[in-house]
């Protein structure tokens, strides 16, 4: 009988490669395509060599090379190439195969996808892998969405080669068409989140605290023992002792200018689509989108002057202040994006398991952490939750960091230190937790100049009014619309 694979991959960069090597070394035998063919030959006669690979020259020749049902993974450049790679690979499968996009893929590409591969008699997922080289050869989280046909057709090998949270698997069914695909792009917009909260800390710590990276990573180190253990406090800790071969901290010696590939900016513009104010993320984006402005801030710094950071106090408590805030700070990012979810899955009728989500964040992705055990305790509790910050637990630690977390945000202002996710996630604190906000004064302005008009305190909700205010306009209002 002739040797057939069990899954077919396209492209062999660094995440296609170390994935297929991550599925060979669970017994899967896999067929391998790339559109520079000589990069085949290369893996398996190198790093794939004496391995059950089957290498292919074509997208024909990988199809045929299939067990039925086939099942075609594409990790390619997101964009155009996943379009083409799908009409390659069409006309070489037929009813009941599948085709996984398991790319950085935007959402909507992913719905339409699944819309057009369904038309056609076939299956598709849109997958997020999260983990990088290291998640993706050792284990990284997964996160399918699609045609539900299809999950128990991967489910194998999905759940086979995925990182593990004690015995679950960092991999579960998502939910219909785009799902997944959205699943991992809020995933990918708290990581924003969380880096610039650490980048945060790190500049108060070394602009106000005067630390040496040396001092930061002993701090750092300390800080992953305990509640903020995550892989980004733990290569932040790394990265901080790192020196090269003249001794000198390699940080110290990057250019401060950051640079990003979408997924942050699609997750803030799908939160101003929603209707969700997701503010700590979207000051993520903007924070990188300012720091490629390197030559401008040069300039300014000579011209626009503050005050000189100096700090006076106890610096062993002020460090313990910056962890709270940092908690505190980190609870918010996570709260908004499972909003972003939330109103997501009403929008486009998904049905998420929030707890499950946590779950498969748990292992192998960029934000993996201890914490989010307890976010997935949270939603087992209350499935309804509808808000992280209302759950027992969190709303027990952020009143017991809100005292450190001001103290952070006041030293960071008075002192001119920008600070624009954890002064954003504490505004949201206080603006979530105040019962009346100024948005009357902001409707009256709205009716005033566009008759737009307000509801009343006094009335039931949905009924609104309209006030003449200069007296020279007449009765006629706009339609009333909300976002």
């Known amino acids: 009988m002739e040797n057939l694979a069990d899954i077919g991959l396209i492209g062999l960069a660094v995440m296609g490669e170390n994935l297929v090597l991550n599925m060979e070394s669970k017994g899967f035998t896999v067929a391998v395509y790339n559109r520079t063919v000589s990069k085949v030959d290369d893996f398996v006669n190198g790093r794939g060599k004496g391995k059950k690979f089957i290498g292919a020259h074509s997208v024909q020749e990988l199809c045929a090379s299939l067990k039925r049902p086939r099942k075609v993974m594409m990790l390619v450049k997101a964009g155009q190439a996943v379009d083409d790679f799908i009409e390659q690979v069409i006309p070489y499968l037929e009813p009941g195969d599948v085709i996984i996009d398991g790319g950085n893929t935007h959402f909507p590409d992913t719905i339409r996808r699944t819309a057009y591969v369904e038309s056609k008699g076939l299956l598709y997922i849109g997958t997020g892998v999260s983990g990088g080289e290291e998640g993706a050869l050792k284990g990284p989280s997964i996160m399918p969405g699609g045609s539900q046909p299809a999950w128990e057709l991967v489910k194998p090998v999905f759940q086979a080669i995925c990182a593990k949270a004690g015995d679950a698997p960092c991999c579960d069914w998502v939910g219909e068409n785009g799902a997944g695909h959205f699943v991992k792009m809020v995933h990918n917009g708290i990581e924003y989140g969380d880096m610039q909260l650490i980048c945060e800390v790190y500049q108060i710590m070394k602009d106000l605290l005067g630390m040496t990276a ?270």
């Open 214 to 483: 040396q001092e930061m990573h002993e701090v750092f180190k300390e800080w992953n023992e305990g509640e903020l253990d995550s892989y980004l406090i733990e290569i932040t800790r790394d990265i901080l002792a790192y020196k090269n071969e003249a001794g000198e901290v390699v940080v110290d010696k990057i250019l401060d200018t950051a640079g990003q590939k979408g997924t942050g900016k699609w997750t803030g513009v799908a939160a101003l689509d929603l209707g969700i104010p997701l503010t700590l993320i979207g000051e993520a984006v903007f924070a990188r989108c300012l720091s490629a402005q390197k030559d401008e801030r040069v300039e300014a710094s000579k011209a626009l002057l503050g005050p000189r950071p100096a700090f006076a106090g106890d610096r062993k408590v002020f460090i313990n202040d910056l962890k709270n805030a940092l908690y505190a700070s980190k609870i918010v990012s996570y709260a908004q994006g499972y909003l972003l979810m939330r109103e997501a899955a009403k929008d486009y009728k998904w049905n998420l398991n929030y707890g499950g989500i946590a779950l498969m964040w748990r292992g192998g992705c960029i934000i993996r952490s201890v914490f989010l055990g307890k976010i997935k305790e949270a939603f087992d509790n209350n499935p309804s939750l509808s808000n992280l910050l209302l759950d027992p637990f969190f709303k027990e630690k952020m009143m017991s960091a809100q005292e450190s977390w001001r103290r952070v945000v006041a030293a960071a202002v008075t002192n001119g230190i920008p600070a624009p996710a954890l002064c954003s996630a504490l505004t949201y604190f206080d603006g979530f937790r105040t019962e009346r906000l100024p948005a009357n004064l902001l409707q009256a302005q709205r009716d005033y100049f566009g008759a737009h008009t307000y509801e009343r305190i006094d009335k039931p909700r949905g009924e609104y009014f309209h006030t003449n205010w200069t007296g020279r306009g007449g009765d006629t209002s706009a339609s009333t619309y909300v976002v």
